[in-house]
């Protein structure tokens, strides 16, 4: 069980396929816009690291950061779209 090995399976009709470090690219967003996507998400999942790590609450979070509790409630749900990567 969770092994293909000497199933028979070959992969049929599956192509080879180049990846990348960025999957936004792979998906084909332009670059610009996949790096900015990437960025986002690597950031959300370096705060809610930090979050449960140090066992903060979204207010303490907010206070560390320096930004209103609802941007940090927006970074944990995943809501990034309109989450400002400038200062």
Avoid: M, Y
């Avoid at 399976?9 to 990846?19: D, K, R, Y």
């Avoid at 790096?35 to 140090?54: G, N, P, S």
């Amino acid at each position: 069980q969770g092994s293909l090995r000497g199933s028979g399976w070959t992969g049929g009709g599956i192509e080879e396929a180049t990846v990348s470090r960025n999957v936004f690219l792979d998906l084909g967003f332009a670059e610009d816009e996949a790096t900015e996507r990437a960025l986002r998400v690597e950031i959300a999942l370096r705060v809610e690291l930090l979050i449960r790590d140090r066992r903060l609450t979204q207010k303490e979070a907010a206070r560390l950061f320096g930004v209103p509790q609802p941007t940090i409630s927006k970074i944990v749900n995943g809501k990034l779209a309109n989450l400002s990567l400038g200062s």
